[in-house]
């Protein structure tokens, strides 16, 4: 007896006086190679997070140390991580990241290096950094967020094969005697 499962299913249930007539030639026939290296990342690694998770995640981050730096609590361990922010003379200011890479979200601002002044105090950080968070999870900013995140790797990409690429360089070279 064969059971389909959904519509477009593609593997079949064979009860148990089915299951020797299953070979490997037939096993290969109801797949078929992933292309989508996304789809394939998630498959093979489900707890990987997405850019757009990983960048949410950053933010909650801010906002832990935003909070402890206006309230520190006696005896508690303080958040770990580098601070985006400042807060001095009046004016809290931010920058916005994707890991180490600076992210440049206003049209106006001039480059990714300049920081966005979101206020005069920590309150107003919680606020702003509340309101990124929220846009995030819209997708809002996936699109920001992504290219980003390729930049990234592409730049990690080919500092691997720079790296690589040095130290063939150095196996080659003659040893002195």
Do not use: C
Not at 14 to 39: G, I
Not at 84 to 106: D, E
């Amino acid at each position: 007896m064969v059971d389909a499962l959904g519509e477009d299913a593609k593997f079949v249930l064979f009860t148990s006086e089915r299951e020797h007539d299953m070979n490997l030639e037939a096993l290969l026939k109801t797949v078929k190679p992933a292309q989508n290296k996304e789809v394939l990342a998630q498959t093979v690694n489900p707890s990987r997070m997405s850019p757009t998770q990983n960048f949410i995640q950053a933010v909650e981050s801010q906002l832990d140390l935003v909070k402890w730096d206006m309230n520190p609590e006696e005896g508690a361990e303080e958040p770990k991580g580098r601070r985006w922010y400042r807060v001095s003379n009046n004016k809290a200011s931010t920058f916005i990241r994707y890991s180490v890479k600076k992210i440049k979200l206003l049209p106006n601002q001039t480059d990714e290096t300049e920081a966005l002044l979101v206020g005069k105090n920590y309150s107003d950080l919680i606020k702003f950094y509340t309101g990124l968070i929220a846009v995030a999870k819209t997708g809002e900013l996936d699109e920001i967020i992504n290219k980003t995140a390729s930049e990234m790797m592409e730049q990690r990409s080919a500092s691997r094969a720079a790296n690589k690429a040095a130290k063939e360089a150095q196996a080659e070279l003659p040893v002195e005697e």
